[in-house]
T-cell receptor
Framework: AQTVTQSQPEMSVQEAETVTLSCTYD???????LFWYKQPPSRQMILVIR??????QNATENRFSVNFQKAAKSFSLKISDSQLGDTAMYFC????????????FGKGTRLHILP | KAGVTQTPRYLIKTRGQQVTLSCSPI?????VSWYQQTPGQGLQFLFE???????NKGNFPGRFSGRQFSNSRSEMNVSTLELGDSALYLC????????????FGPGTRLTVT
């Protein structure tokens, strides 16, 4: 069974700073997807960034980038130039590549961006 | 395109009652997944439907059931409600099986008293 662990329940950073959210996972699968989802206080979950396990290059989406270490089963999210709108719950998530749409989520990291 | 919609947004029920929640996926999406979100357990997968067939099921008791209609709309039902069923229930839709990007609805907040 797959597990996803987020070791930081809550974090606070000043606006414009860079913050890194940690995530580790456990799986025996070789092909899978990893995601970071954002859930703002309004509760609508949105996808921030995804990484295909077969790709060595780290995914980047504007201010969001990941550090994917497949051997270490680590998948951290870096937010650069953080903004007040980045305040949210962030979930690291895993999905197998075999057509199984079941997403395994971590417990989440509550991120506060302070003015 | 309209996003994933869920109705009702808020619901209060009494222990022992049953409840039905509805999810309308994005137009053209054929796969709908349901998740339960609680402070203690986090987000847990309930089940997934594709083309009216349940393709995957999480570790929940049989009181939790679902179905999908020919227009891809999905419902989930919880019978004999327990206090522990209080949660935010999220549904997510994708275009096809294995499509990695799931689009989430706003959720239905269920409170069981």
């Amino acid at each position: 069974a797959q597990t996803v662990t987020q070791s930081q329940p809550e974090m606070s950073v000043q606006e414009a700073e860079t913050v890194t959210l940690s995530c580790t996972y456990d799986t025996s699968e070789n092909n899978y997807y990893l995601f970071w989802y954002k859930q703002p206080p309004s509760r609508q979950m949105i996808l921030v960034i995804r990484q295909e396990a077969y790709k060595q290059q780290n995914a980047t989406e504007n201010r969001f980038s990941v550090n994917f270490q497949k051997a270490a089963k680590s998948f951290s999210l870096k937010i650069s130039d953080s903004q007040l709108g980045d305040t949210a719950m962030y979930f690291c998530a895993f999905m197998k590549h075999d057509g199984d749409d079941k997403i395994i989520f971590g417990k989440g990291t509550r991120l506060h961006i302070l003015p | 395109k309209a996003g994933v919609t869920q109705t009702p947004r808020y619901l209060i029920k009494t222990r022992g009652q049953q409840v039905t929640l509805s999810c309308s996926p994005i137009s053209g999406h054929r796969s709908v997944s349901w998740y339960q979100q609680t402070p203690g357990q986090g987000l847990q997968f309930l089940f997934e439907y594709f083309s009216e067939t349940q393709r995957n099921k999480g570790n929940f008791p049989g009181r939790f059931s679902g179905r999908q209609f020919s227009n891809s709309r999905s419902e989930m039902n919880v019978s004999t409600l327990e206090l522990g069923d209080s949660a935010l229930y999220l549904c997510a839709s994708t275009f096809d099986q294995g499509a990695y990007e799931q689009y989430f609805g706003p959720g239905t907040r269920l409170t069981v008293t």
